[in-house]
């Protein structure tokens, strides 16, 4: 037994076995590392808390093994509240031995290495034994070391039991009674002899009860001669009578509920009268109050490595340096309790709070690493995050500053609108019964984003499996297509241990960016995202759209996998956690921002070159900076018109439009698809039309709204003073007169455009010039595209044609007649 004194962390190592090489499997993939396997297995371990646990916090895969953190009738009660624990859970410990049972500060146990069987697969990833010889059961001793590679042996033996462990605990506690000298020096064999005879050897039991003068340490041993070495179970044990005296100095353990689920969730959220009272104590260790894996993430952004303090201690065991976290012993109290409203809190700032606030405009890659900003935007969306969905508005608020990596996963699930019971719903799907679709999954699971050590793992391709599978079985009315695997990545890395919120999250965010896109016949589907992309190519970027266009360079050949996966076929994970955490905060329309965001940093190079150098520029993408694309993405988001990206095969509108970011956000609008459908909307376009337009068009209520017709203020200006869109009127001087909108401009189309289609020098198209870069509204009796696709081609940005032309606003009463000269 051995005191955890004041440590907080610790960490043991061991070796995977090594794999034969140039060795494939059945599928004719190269065989998946024991490491691998074993860092799958352990992540189900981060979930397994309970007081008599040394809670794992996360392994490390480095180049010279594994890294993991992590009164006697008392200490048997306790031992045994941790092994029942663990078999619920499915585990037994088969190491348990004098090294790891612990005792914090308190004296209360907590089992270490609780894991190693699990996770080695029970001790076949691994070439040494699992277990300590002097507590390991005599049937465990029996069957001898077994390895896969071992011929000598014709099938793996059973793995072990409850009751292995509770021999060892016998062993562990007849040595805290008897002393470990008594069988120090005696081998294993005649060691298990005389365990095994201990239940007739009364006379042991009462000279050392007398020794002692202890009656516990009688019981104790009624409970190795009676109990432990006939194999009872820990449930068994922990119900004896024996423990009636110790069992009610403990309250029963009860897991916290998790976000999502059926249960009540309430926590103690009452302020002190005077809220500058709450952290008056500066010598308080607010730190200590955070849990473990938060913090064990903040030392590993402070620098921490724990392979290198285990090679510099040149011990197995070590307590890295909490300590040494650079400024958190600085943080102000307050920060650890933010308030959680709107206004700005009353309570004294920080002392570094200005450097907080530059923090906020530094890069993003760079703020994920300061560990003082991420710990408060942690313990701000921990806050929020355990207030959801009450405080659902501000968690998209702060999202749009920066989701912290730690939380992401929860984060996201709470953008996407998670609630409910998702673990019972995603227990009711049936993931087991052989479907058509399963052969596709196996042979796409293999492909999909294995650089990655946890999805390549064999516990990452049984989840993956899992929650196709039950999207699949879940959406009768959709089908498999290769790209759902790619999708599906992202939801179960942020949730390894989650299976039904990598589930719901998945389910909901495939209506919401890709409705329809896995119909059994989606063609119409993607060919109308196809086409509204290449319009959006032309609205902000004209001369790269008339090149493209020119050498028949079209989305057709390389933006299929982009939106069909929404960039996850085309992007690794950490670029695709960055890109996702503004995509969730845009609408179905965002994407075409993303697309064309990412067309413009590779510009200069589609310009110079033809279609076969394209088409190899994007057989293998060059490197594509995300900060800069999603930047790029707002901008080229503010500038298009809500209706200019409207798809007839979109989600149609929700029965209660929830537009909470629309109306939290700053630079995203609440997405067109979900507005109600009024005459003054854009009407479904037939898809041979649609194509036939360089340009897209925007409705009526855009242009309205666009323009602040109907309201008493300006009309909206950019910066430079100038308004942000110009109406032009193609009509005729006499049709222009007789009504027009307030503020366009008349530039007859016989008047503008030369033969060749050059732009003729007037008056009129001289203004247009000074318009250049702002929104241009093509309009006219009916729709005319050719006047928008002559500005294209002169590479005016931001052209669009009003819908329904200028008859959709005759009803408006918003027409202006000018009034005659004097």
Not at 197 to 223: F, P, R, S
Not at 243 to 257: A, E, H, I, M, R
Not at 500 to 523: E, G, R, V
């Amino acid at each position: 037994m051995r005191p955890l004194k004041d440590a907080q962390l610790g960490a043991f190592t061991f070796f995977a076995s090594a794999l034969p090489h140039d060795v494939c499997g059945s599928n004719g993939l190269p065989l998946t590392p024991n490491s691998i396997k074993i860092l799958g297995r352990f992540q189900i371990l981060k979930t397994v808390t309970h007081p008599r646990l040394c809670q794992y916090v996360d392994i490390s895969r480095g180049k010279h093994g594994m890294l993991l953190r992590r009164k006697v009738l008392q200490i048997a009660y306790e031992v045994l509240e941790g092994l029942e624990f663990m078999n619920k859970h499915g585990m037994v410990h088969r190491a348990l031995s004098a090294h790891n049972v612990l005792m914090d500060c308190k004296g209360n146990v907590k089992l270490a290495k609780f894991g190693l069987y699990h996770m080695t697969d029970h001790g076949a990833d691994v070439d040494f034994p699992i277990g300590y010889p002097s507590y390991l059961a005599p049937e465990v001793i029996a069957q001898g070391s077994f390895h896969p590679s071992d011929s000598s042996h014709d099938e793996a033996p059973l793995p072990s039991g409850p009751k292995t462990d509770v021999w060892s605990l016998g062993v562990l506690l007849f040595e805290l009674c008897a002393g470990r000298r008594l069988l120090q020096n005696i081998d294993i064999s005649e060691r298990l002899k005389f365990i095994l005879t201990l239940g007739c050897m009364d006379d042991i039991v009462t000279v050392l009860a007398e020794e002692h003068g202890c009656l516990d340490t009688i019981k104790v041993m009624t409970i190795i001669c009676v109990y432990v070495f006939s194999r009872a179970t820990p449930a068994e044990l922990l119900g004896d009578p024996v423990f009636d005296g110790v069992s009610c100095l403990y309250t029963p353990f009860q897991k916290p509920v998790s976000l999502f689920s059926s249960s009540l969730r309430c926590a103690h959220l009452e302020l002190p009268e005077d809220i500058s009272d709450l952290c008056k104590d500066d010598d308080e260790d607010y730190l200590s109050e955070r849990a473990i894996d938060e913090v064990y993430h903040l030392w590993c952004l402070a620098g921490g490595d724990l392979e290198k303090e285990l090679t510099n201690k040149e011990i197995i065991q070590s307590k890295p340096p909490i300590c040494t976290l650079p400024k958190l012993k600085d943080v102000a109290g307050e920060a650890y309790y933010p308030l959680l409203e709107d206004e700005q809190s009353s309570l004294p700032q920080s002392n570094s709070s200005n450097e907080l606030s530059a923090t906020v405009t530094l890069p993003l890659i760079i703020r994920e690493r300061d560990t003082e900003y991420q710990l408060i935007r942690i313990i701000l969306f921990d806050r929020l995050l355990k207030a959801y969905p009450y405080k659902k508005n501000l968690v998209w608020k702060e999202a749009r500053v920066d989701i912290p990596p730690l939380v992401r996963g929860l984060a996201w699930a709470g953008l996407l609108g998670i609630e409910g019971d998702i673990q019972a719903k995603y227990e009711s799907i049936d993931k087991d019964t052989p479907i058509p679709t399963d052969r596709q999954i196996e042979v796409d699971i293999p492909r999909c984003h294995q650089y990655d050590e946890l999805l390549s793992s064999p516990q990452g391709h049984i989840k993956f499996r899992r929650v196709l599978k039950a999207w699949v079985v879940s959406h009768p009315d959709l089908v498999y297509w290769q790209g759902l695997d790619s999708l599906c990545a992202p939801f179960l890395y942020l949730n390894f241990n989650n299976e039904a919120l990598a589930y719901a999250c998945m389910s909901a965010f495939i209506p919401k960016y890709l409705y329809n896109f896995f119909l059994k016949d989606n063609s119409h589907v993607i060919q109308e995202y196809l086409t509204v992309f290449s319009q959006m190519i032309a609205f902000h970027d004209p001369e790269l759209s008339n090149h493209l266009n020119e050498i028949g360079f079209i989305p057709d050949l390389y933006a299929i996998p982009w939106f069909l996966t929404m960039f996850t076929h085309v992007f690794p994970l950490h670029k695709i956690f960055h890109l996702w955490d503004t995509l969730l905060l845009g609408n179905s329309s965002f994407p075409f921002c993303i697309g064309v965001a990412i067309l413009q940093q590779l510009r200069d190079r589609l310009l110079a070159n033809g279609f076969n150098e394209c088409i190899l520029l994007f057989s293998d993408l060059p490197e594509i900076d995300i900060e800069r694309c999603v930047r790029e993405s707002i901008t080229l988001f503010c500038w298009t018109p809500k209706s200019a990206t409207y798809r007839q095969h979109a989600q149609p509108p929700k029965a209660a439009c929830d537009n909470g970011f629309g109306k939290t956000a700053t630079y995203y609008s609440s997405d067109y698809q979900d507005m109600p459908k009024t005459d003054l909307s854009r009407e479904p376009l037939a898809l041979c039309d649609l194509k036939a337009e360089v340009s897209p068009r925007i409705s009526a209520e855009d242009l309205i709204d666009l323009c602040e017709l109907s309201l008493a203020g300006p009309a909206k200006r950019t910066k430079a003073g100038k308004p942000k869109i110009i109406a032009v009127d193609i009509r005729s001087v006499e049709d222009f007169s007789r009504g027009h909108i307030s503020g366009s401009i008349n530039i007859p189309f016989s008047t503008a455009f030369g033969p060749d289609g050059e732009l003729l020098q007037c008056p009129a198209t001289g203004v247009l010039q000074n318009y250049r870069g702002r929104v241009i509204v093509v309009i006219s009796h009916a729709i005319k595209s050719a006047f928008a696709s002559h500005l294209v081609k002169v590479n005016f940005p931001r052209v669009c044609i009003l819908d329904g032309g200028i008859n959709k606003l005759k009803p408006t009463g918003l027409l202006t007649v000018p009034s005659p000269q004097i």
